[in-house]
């Protein structure tokens, strides 16, 4: 797979999440929080492996 098809994949990734992977950080709320949505739960199982598999997962993806 070419680096700008790979790239594709990851900016249409971004657009579907409306944010950055490796830049998101949760507001994590002082008490458990059932009723908050995954943000990551927009994503097909294969984006996100892709996420994983490439690194895109940890902040120093980038």
């Keep these: ?3 700008q098809v790979v790239d594709e994949k990851y900016n249409q990734i971004c657009e579907k999440l409306g944010f950055v992977p490796s830049e998101y950080k949760p ?3 002082s008490c458990e929080d059932d ?3 995954n943000p990551f739960s927009v994503l097909e199982t294969s984006e996100l492996l ?3 598999d490439n690194g895109y997962m940890t902040a ?3």
């Design 60 to 62: 120093q993806a980038n």
């Design 35 to 37: 009723s908050r949505e």
């Design 27 to 29: 507001d994590v709320p």
């Design 1 to 3: 797979m070419s680096k």
């Design 50 to 52: 892709y996420l994983f």
